[in-house]
């Protein structure tokens, strides 16, 4: 790269620069991403509704990231400043070839050509499908799913459920169909929960009543 370019990239790194330490700078004066003694707090919110407590999580999470974005340009930006001056600035950090200059004038401080970028672009679809090994062993609860299709003595959604109902829900007792209380409704006969073998299903009574007198 010529040194006309050089200069040119280098008084335009220096530019956003200085744009970009003015933004943190007044990001820092405006407590803009950080919690200090004005922020919410435990007893502050102790009588807050639920959704104002989510968007003053949010707000924070959001500006805080807002802040770490900025200053990683600026390492980015100080970086490219660092190549242009031992003469590595223009080469892509992969290959090795020249970057094109009209990339450079979107994105001067990146390190890679647009091929080499491109390259190492990770297909959406390819991510969803990378699950952990374990998944193709485990099953309910700790499987991908929350419904068991069969009906089997593992512990499911609809136990997890179930076991939550018997203390109470919106439904009166009079909604239950016949039922006095919660326990008696919800119970986990419908998966046999515990009974491995029909022979587990057999009781005492049923059994003794087989032997020979």
């Known amino acids: 790269m010529d040194r006309n370019n050089i200069n040119h990239f280098r008084d335009l790194l220096n530019r956003q ?5 003015r933004t943190i700078q007044r990001m820092k004066e ?7 003694n004005t922020s919410p707090n435990e007893l502050s919110n102790y009588d807050n509704h639920p959704a104002e407590m989510g968007t003053e999580v949010f707000m924070i999470t959001m500006n805080n990231a807002l802040k770490v974005h900025e200053e990683h340009l600026l390492k980015e930006i100080r970086d490219a400043l660092g190549r242009i001056e031992d003469g590595t600035y223009g080469k892509c ?7 094109d200059v009209e990339r450079l004038e979107a994105l001067p401080y990146t390190r890679l050509c647009i091929g080499c970028e491109n390259s190492k672009a990770v297909d959406p679809e390819i991510l969803r499908k990378q699950r952990p090994n374990e998944e193709l062993v485990l099953d309910a609860p700790f499987g ?12 499911e959604g609809m136990d997890f459920l179930n076991d939550v109902m018997k203390y109470g829900s919106a439904d009166s007792p ?5 039922y006095h209380h919660y326990e008696e ?5 419908i998966d046999k929960q515990g009974v491995v073998d029909n022979m587990d ?5 049923e059994y003794k009543k087989q032997l020979p007198d």
């Not at 950090?93 to 970057?99: K, L, R, V």
Request: with cysteine; glycine share 8%.
């Open 201 to 205: 299903q057999v009781s005492n009574q």
């Open 144 to 155: 991908r799913k929350y419904l068991n299709e069969r009906e089997d003595d593992e512990y």
């Open 185 to 189: 409704y919800y119970t986990n006969e």
């Open 30 to 36: 405006n407590n803009t991403g950080e919690q200090n």
């Open 174 to 178: 009079q909604d239950l169909g016949g």
């Open 93 to 99: 950090a992969f290959c090795g070839e020249d970057i």
């Open 17 to 21: 620069e200085k744009e970009i330490e």
